[in-house]
Nanobody, 129 residues
Framework: QEPLVESGGGSVQAGGSLTLSCLLS????????IGWFRQAPGKEREGVAL???????RYAEDVKGRFTASPDNAKNTLYLQMNSLKPEDTAMYFC???????????????????????WGQGTQVTVSS
């Protein structure tokens, strides 16, 4: 069983909404730092949102007010509700578990690489204009 499984991606028009899910099978959501990241073709991976119970949620500037990360501890799942989607949101979206929860202070958003215990396989989000 994969330690992380993302789902919920799809194709929408600009202004639409999608909800992504990140199901954890090995780490308890309640004590883990979980990140949502995205990578568009030809671009570097970038941080989107971080969640850790003790720090709350942090967002990249360009998704603040549009995206919301919320946990369901009973389902060991972290959701990413994405509203007012823009064509520039088009990317493969990944979730990941951090090696150290301290990076949920925002560090992981600014420096996405090399801090993960593992990544999921990703789910594609395509926003058309």
């Amino acid at each position: 069983q994969e330690p992380l499984v993302e789902s919920g991606g799809g194709s929408v028009q600009a202004g639409g909404s999608l909800t992504l899910s990140c199901l954890l099978s090995e780490d308890p959501l309640s004590t883990s730092c979980i990140g949502w990241f995205r990578q568009a073709p030809g671009k570097e991976r970038e941080g989107v949102a971080l969640f850790y119970t003790h720090y709350g949620t942090r967002y990249a500037e360009d998704v603040k007010g549009r995206f919301t990360a919320s946990p369901d501890n009973a389902k060991n799942t972290l959701y990413l509700q994405m509203n007012s989607l823009k064509p520039e949101d088009t990317a493969m979206y990944f979730c990941a578990v951090a090696i150290y929860a301290s990076v949920c202070d925002g560090t992981w958003l600014r420096d996405p690489e090399g801090r993960e215990k593992y990544w999921g396989q990703g789910t594609q989000v395509t926003v058309s204009s």
